[in-house]
């Protein structure tokens, strides 16, 4: 899936050139102005990532940060700047983080 399919799902997108995101990452700026958008306190909310730099920013933003990283980066990598790292979407279970979403009931197939 491409991000600009999933994004029809989403209420609110920010991205890096967005004129309040003044610095990109490492620098917490873009989640900060996310959860400002959604009227939520960083800490409530979940970051996927899947480069090193934005599981940086992630975290140093207050968010729950879930590395997803390429297959072509070294995992351990990510371990000292996420709260859990999964090999893709398709593991995320929601329940750990008190979502009642389980992806690894579903695939791409379905």
Do not use: Y
Request: one cysteine or more.
């Amino acid at each position: 899936i491409k991000h600009e399919e999933m994004f029809q799902f989403f209420e609110h997108v920010v991205t890096g050139d967005d004129k309040n995101v003044r610095n990109g990452k490492p620098a917490p700026d873009i989640f900060l102005e996310t959860a400002r958008r959604l009227n939520v306190h960083p800490s409530e909310c979940i970051v996927f990532e899947d480069s090193l730099q934005g599981a940086i920013a992630g975290k140093a933003a207050g968010c729950v940060t879930i590395a997803v990283p390429d297959k072509r980066m070294e995992k351990e990598a990510f371990i000292d700047h996420s709260d859990h790292v999964i090999p893709s979407m398709w593991h995320f279970e929601g329940k750990k983080w008190g979502i009642d979403v389980d992806m690894s009931n579903h695939s791409i197939d379905n």
